[in-house]
């Protein structure tokens, strides 16, 4: 790019964005990676490479019947890498993600039923006069090996305070092991990622909210949504 500065102040203004992105460049300004993008009912503010979210970002979407919010790190333009997600039931997981999945040992916070004995409750004795089964019971939480969902060797936590160790397809636990059997390795594991997830969900946060105004505002909105780290947390 050639200016010629004698012709300064007359005639058509013809630099382009880009030349005018590479000034900033060369003058020491590194432009920021961050953007907002909005595909159908996707709305993503973080950083991108080459046109693709690349880097830590925040995504909201609408996933099954509910809203799904999450922030973390993303690669060629999927959630990949350590994050935190949230719906708008009340659902929670943190950990390490692949390609859009969870993946490998994390810990999954389920919503909490409408009413006890719901979708993901078990129910046992009469019904009682408020119309919740007597004795009913509900899952409250999954630490262990995740592929989409719980799938592997991992610990349940039920409402009652009791806990269902062993090898899990989906909610149902398929083969009962001992705490001795690896279990309390793949706990340990699933509890360091929730945490490592957290700090770069919190990472991604702080970084959003300190961008350009509009980026800022837009995170902010995001964020608003769902709460991703409510008082109790995982």
């Known amino acids: 790019m050639v200016l010629d500065w004698a012709s300064s102040g007359s005639g058509e203004c013809t630099i382009t964005l880009q030349d005018a992105q590479q000034l900033a460049v060369d003058a020491g300004f590194t432009p920021s990676r961050w953007q907002v993008q909005q595909h159908e009912e996707e709305i993503y503010v973080g950083e991108v490479l080459d046109g693709k979210r690349q880097g830590m970002g925040i995504l909201l979407g609408k996933g ?15 959630r990949s890498g350590l994050g935190v997600a949230a719906s708008s039931r009340g659902e929670r997981l943190a950990g390490h993600w692949h390609e859009d999945v969870p993946w490998g040992p994390g810990v999954y916070t389920y919503a909490q039923p409408a009413s006890p004995g719901g979708s993901h409750g078990e129910t046992g004795g009469a019904a009682s006069s408020s119309g919740a089964a007597a004795g009913a019971r509900w899952r409250l939480r999954f630490e262990g090996i995740l592929n989409g969902r719980p799938q592997g060797k991992g610990c ?7 806990q269902e160790m062993g090898r899990f397809d989906g909610n149902n636990c398929s083969q009962a092991l001992d705490e001795a059997d690896d279990i309390s390795r793949v706990l340990a594991v699933a509890a360091e990622n929730a945490r490592s997830a957290r700090a770069a969900a919190e990472a991604a946060q702080e970084a959003a909210l300190q961008q350009e105004l509009h980026v800022m505002r837009q995170a902010q909105q995001l964020l608003d949504r769902i709460a991703l780290f409510p008082k109790e947390q995982m």
């Open 64 to 78: 099954g019947h509910s809203w799904l919010l999450y922030v973390g790190q993303f690669s060629k333009g999927r």
């Open 156 to 162: 349940m936590t039920w409402s009652d305070g009791s």
